[in-house]
């Protein structure tokens, strides 16, 4: 017979550890996830080596508890718990639901108090318990069948505790654990406890009188005049403080021992939930996760075709060009698939790109396709020199449009919310990864048959609901032209000077090794400085720096804690700029060497235009949006970066601070306006209003401050995160965020405004109707609310800015096909639009685009683009 095995978990301790263990995380919805992603790491490491028969998550319901009662101020020193927190606790529900662990939370008790009332019961029935939690008040618990396992820095280094361990750590019984709360106090939980006792006091004096009220029967015995002081004038506040530290072991806990049962939760469920969380990373963590075999798919009548014909090219013909993962920047198609009126036929692609007809049909503008992912078609035909044109409906973009936070816009997935036909996963068919191969024919053909065969069947369905929100000219006009340019942009890829590229690492190579030098001088020693271990005793031990934080094996060097640290000794910014240049040269210069093209020399990176729910871009395969500029090593990257031909040079055009003048225009702000219409410092403006000063008496301090409440009141910042950035007091923080929106009334009404249209109606919209549900604005529960709130605030601006970049290159390709200039679009950074040009052609490109970037739309304020050109990337910034 299986012997029960319980785990409880502290929940609301085990999140503020992960929350603060991690840096600021969050998926591509913009969802914070760091406390859950630790949260959940713990969770696994948990269930894999505990193997628990019951398990129980126990959560604080409330700000206040029947302790309370007893003293007013009890947890009163506590800060308010960070929105970004807040926010994650229901999702940590969520995650316990995929789970299917059970959790409680009682009015007016603690988690503290379930957890010691089930590990009672569990004692008294012979049950092997394991409490897991951050908070040492649980170690009263510990008896000979409840282990306590605290978390010691981080999440997943713990450490356990039965009666042996605890008292080789303290020399207490886990009763004695109250009265050492009794004497020395709780700061955390603003326990008063007895003045001028600390923990090393209250250990002796236990030893000696066992506990509070042994001390005070001695009182008269205890030597120290002071000490005899403090314990008779505070001998009310002792026992008090060990009554408000004794954990209540008879809460009313409605669950019985039998209903706390697990097994696992459904692993397909799970694995939803993982990937709508962003955690591929854990995917292969999911107990009980196996394979997902090829359900059996009703027939459709899929034809194999040796050879293309005329019927199989009619108006509104959905097309669907396959290609593996893998080779996507390698012209290798595995197939093409053609649905019409007149049937449903897979061919082999030399079939299409040696015809002539498929070359006539697929060039013509006039000749309608319907297609799924034009972008990915665009970049597949263009490795064979087929220039795919006339697309009138891509059904992943429409797919993306009316559900941008969807975890997928696969057909498969598409399908399966919109239509009564069974299309699989790519994956089921083609394997991942490594394992990644094109199937037996029979079962290729019908899997590609079907995707067309869905296409078509998707277009009038989707294009009714995107009539019905007014969004069908943001698929026709936008989306679409622009996966056309991308594709193209893709296919043509950006010139690289491998041999530049080698020098830059050079010369990384060797600044390391001066940083290696400046390092040990100022260590006094030699060490292996990417050792966290060696790294720790230096800072630690031989400099006697504080120590802020530890993991399972030894001291934390994370790159938080070594700016924390930076202030303390000047050999941390010395280790943090050696770091930088390490990830350049590894990540940057090694992976973009990696990522050269061997046929084109050149880097073809991947655009993702499916993926943001703000509508932004984003590249990968290398990503190119991301190489950092913050050092100058790293700027220096973009010297490797050149045109295709000699006697071009790449012309670079930026928005100047779109979003804030989006703001401005948005919010209908008087003072934002006035500032834009007049050419001011927009960041000057602001610190001059702010700090009450002439913009002339403006410090880089201020200005700086001023910047990072400018751009987080576009990106919904809290006093939380604005005191991170800024390193300041969250109060301080505060008062920054209510002083701005005084000053700026337009902003604060346009906040309110774009709240109660999402309360309204569900979602919020773009300038250009882009759409972002929210249907957690009218929840009952605050923090879900405060979360929609926030993104009812920041996503029309970061979306109409996301817009307007996609439609200037719109504007932008057609503008250059009718100015007969031969500048190419290269890549879209951000709010940079990036080209190659004959320098002969340069100043009147540079004309052009300021003209058509600038009047792409028409705003309150001016839309400023600043353009620039050089024989480099790096040059031409």
Known sequence: MTKNKLVLIDGNSIAYRAFFALPLLNNDKGVYTNAVYGFTTMLLKVLEEEKPTHMMVAFDAGKTTFRHDTYSSYKGTREKTPPELAEQLPVMRELLDAFSIPYEEIENYEADDIIGTLSRHASDAGWETTIFTGDKDLLQLVDKHTTVTLTKKGITNVEAYDPDALHERYGLRPDQIVDMKGLMGDSSDNIPGVPGIGEKTALKLLAAYDTVEGVYEHIDEISGKKMKQNLSENEEQARMSRKLAEIYRTAPVQTELAALAWEQGDPKTIKAFFEEMGFQSLLGRIPGLEEEKPEELADIDVKKAEELRPEMLTEGTALVVESLEENYHHAVMIGVALANENGTWVLDPSACTESDLFREWAENEERTKWVFDAKRAVVTLGWEDVFLSGITFDVQMASYLLDPGASSHDIAAITSRRSGMQVQVDEQVYGKGKKQAVPPEEELVQHLGRKAAAARELKPILEKELKQNEQLALLTDLEMPLSVILGRMERHGVAVDEKELHRIGESLTERLAEMEKTIYSLAGTEFNINSPKQLGEILFEKLGLPVLKKTKTGYSTSADVLEKLEPE??????????????????????????????????????????????????????????????????????????????????????????????????????????????????????????????????????????????????????????????????????????????????????????????????YVTTMMNRRRYLPEITSKNFNQRSFAERTAMNTPIQGTAADIIKQAMVDMSRALDESGLSGTMLLQVHDELIFETPEKEAEKLSRLVAETMEKTVSLDVPLKVDVSYGSTWYDAK
Do not use: C, W
Request: no cysteine; net charge neutral; charged share 20%.
């Open 569 to 762: 000794h000047e050999i941390i910014s010395s280790i943090l700029t050696y770091r930088q240049l390490g990830k350049l040269n590894s990540t940057y210069i090694e992976g973009l060497l990696k990522s050269v093209h061997s046929k084109t020399g050149r880097i073809h990176t991947r655009f993702n235009q499916a993926l943001t729910q703000t509508g932004r871009l984003s590249s990968t395969d290398p990503n190119l949006q991301n190489i950092p500029i913050r050092l100058e090593e790293g700027r220096k990257i973009r010297k490797a970066f050149i045109p295709t031909s000699s006697g071009e040079v790449i012309l670079a055009a930026d928005y100047s601070q779109i979003e804030l003048r989006v703001l401005a225009h948005m919010a209908q702000d008087t003072s934002l306006i006035e500032a834009f219409n007049q050419g001011m410092d927009i960041h000057t403006k602001t610190a001059a209003d702010v700090f009450g000063v002439s913009p002339e008496d403006v410090d880089s301090n201020m200005r700086r401050t001023a910047k990072a409440v400018n751009f987080g009141i576009v990106y919904g910042i809290s006093d939380y995160g604005l005191s991170q950035s800024l390193g300041i007091t969250r109060k301080e923080a505060a008062a920054f965020i209510e002083t701005y929106l005084k000053n700026y009334p337009g902003v604060q009404d346009y906040m309110e405004s774009s709240k109660a249209f999402a309360r309204e109606n569900g």
